[in-house]
Every structure is written in C-alpha cells, then in structure tokens.
C-alpha cells in the first residue's frame, strides 16, 4: 500500500504571514492538531501543530525560568523564548524544514518515520509542491476499511492444519519447531513448549488470524530456559456455581 492510496488530499493549510489565531480557530473547527504552512505559490514552508500554542502569554503557560537558569540559558535562548510565547505570526512558531513524503512512498515507510521521529502527520510532496497530507488518522481509516477475516465455511483440518503451520513458519519467535499443531473441526489445539510466556499469545493469534479457524485450545507449556521452571498452560474457569445448593 502506497502513501497516495491513504493520504488527505484535499489539505487544509494557513499562509505563514497568517495569525496564530486563525491558526487556531481553523485547527478547532476543522478538528485536526495540525496545519502545514504554504506560501500563495503552493511552496510547503513548514508545519504549526497545537503543541506550538502551549506556552503563551495569552494563558499564563509560557516558560518562566528563575535567575540562574535564565543566565544559563542565555540572552538568545531567552529571546527565542518570547518569540514564541508572544508572536502574532505563524512564521514565528511553526516548526520549519517540516518532515516529507512523496505519495510513491510505501505506507509502511511512512509509518515507521512517524514512529520513529513521534510526528503525527506527514505532508506529501509531489513535484516540490503540496498535494496531500497523511496522518495517524489516515492510517486508522486504513486499518478500519480492511476487510475482516472470513470465518465462513468449514475448511479442510488438514488445509488448516497447514496453513497455521505456514503461519508460524514465517515468524521468527515460532521456528524453533517446538511448537505442534494439531486441528480437529476447525479447532485448533497448539501443543508443546515455548521458552517465553509472551510467545503463548502471539502463537494463539497467529492461529486466529487464519481464515476457517473456529477455536484456538491453547496446551503450551512454558520451561523458563534460565531455572528450569514449568508453567502449565492457564486451565478453563470452572463453571460458576449454583446458589441454590
């Protein structure tokens, strides 16, 4: 899945010689936390997010730094500090050299720069100029329009047999081969050993998440490689008793 697939196209940006209060005002009544920051010919120049209106003066939250740490900080650091905190512009507090995308980029490349740089949108760039913008919210519309697995008739035990096997064949916490899968009416029961109480739930997962499976019984058993240490799999509650006995 490419970034043009999911993005925003139709983007909602401000002028930088715009105020911080139409900023603000369109980020409210658009319900978005950020606005990339364009000039008239279409030029992204960078990006203004909620987070640069958290220290102003307007509200009493700028940053008051006692004698000592305002010597620290020094007269430039000081100054930069009231530019932000009492600036009428965008230009002033957004945040410039604003982190990109092409629409050919994949998603997954996409994704990983949001987490791996904690942004929470990318503005896509095609030929210098802006043409969408995706966000975290993009991603989830993403995730919610997938298709939910299909559960409907009964498949083969040996095809799903199979396929449970396939799908842990290709996970790397699954390949030590410790792990055997037995399947009986579309039930699934994962026998064996695992060394990590935290493989018992990715390995009932990657069987749920084969289409046809109707139930997982979970029978690993954990040996802790370190003492020796046998943990059973987690039994059935038992049934609830009845108060009137």
Do not use: C
């Not at 139409?22 to 990339?36: N, V, Y």
């Not at 096997?165 to 899968?181: D, Q």
Request: glycine residues 8%; without cysteine; hydrophobic residues 40%.
């Amino acid at each position: 899945m490419q970034v043009r697939d999911v993005m925003t196209p139709r983007v909602v940006s401000v002028e930088p010689t715009a105020s911080i209060e139409t900023a603000a005002r369109l980020m409210l009544a658009r319900h978005i936390s950020g606005l990339p920051v364009v000039e008239k010919d279409g030029t992204l120049v960078g990006m203004v997010t909620e987070g640069d209106f958290l220290r102003r003066a307007e509200i009493g939250t700028e940053q008051r730094r006692s004698g000592w740490l305002a010597f620290l900080a020094g007269s430039g650091r000081m100054a930069a500090d009231y530019v932000q905190t009492h600036s009428r512009r965008v230009e002033e507090v957004m945040t410039r050299g604003a982190i990109t995308v092409s629409p050919e980029d994949t998603l997954e490349a996409a994704v990983e720069t949001m987490v791996r740089r904690r942004i929470k949108r990318l503005p896509v760039l095609e030929n210098g100029r802006l043409i969408g913008i995706v966000a975290r919210s993009d991603v989830l519309r993403a995730f919610a329009r997938r298709s939910p697995i299909h559960r409907g008739p009964h498949v083969g035990d040996e095809e799903l047999r199979a396929a449970v096997m396939a799908e842990l064949g290709r996970e790397s916490w699954a390949r030590n081969g410790l792990i055997r899968v037995e399947v009986e009416n579309g039930t699934v029961e994962l026998n064996g050993t695992i060394l990590d109480e935290r493989q018992r739930a990715a390995a009932r997962v990657a069987a749920e998440n084969v289409p046809g499976v109707r139930q997982v019984i979970d029978k690993l058993v954990w040996i802790e490689p370190m003492s020796g240490m046998v943990v059973l799999p987690p039994e059935d509650e038992p049934p609830p008793r009845d108060r009137r006995t």
